[in-house]
């Protein structure tokens, strides 16, 4: 992966997280670095995938299948970014202010 395509994603999850508090977003930060990685590389991997299949299909018969190791790969990356971004989304979410969110008129 080229370094400025990291370097852009992981000030695209930072701006994410705009509102969040300083001192967390330093605590967390190598989780928004894991994150990027994850993310660049999920994406590569999708991309083979769309190329190659994730499950080879016998040419004579169609019952006879094996699931190609790209496949358990991308499951696992999946996982992985699914967990780093639910542990991000748990602590540096902002709560947003829905009560003046211009609906009320409409009550």
């Known amino acids: 992966m080229e370094n400025q395509e990291i370097v852009d994603e992981i000030a695209r999850l930072k701006a994410e997280f705009a509102g969040a508090d300083e001192n967390k977003m330093k605590v967390l930060e190598a ?7 994850e993310r660049l590389y999920l ?3 999708n991309e083979q995938a769309l ?3 994730l499950v080879k299909i016998h040419p004579e018969n ?3 299948q094996k699931t190609l190791p790209i496949a358990g790969v991308i499951a696992k990356h999946s996982a ?3 967990n780093i971004m639910d542990k991000l989304m748990k602590h540096l979410a902002v709560e947003s ?5 211009g609906l009320d008129e409409y009550a």
């Open 31 to 37: 989780l928004i670095e894991q994150a990027a990685y």
């Open 43 to 45: 994406k590569r991997l």
């Open 51 to 53: 190329v190659t299949g």
């Open 62 to 64: 169609a019952m006879l």
């Open 80 to 82: 992985a970014l699914t």
């Open 97 to 101: 202010d829905d009560e003046d969110d």
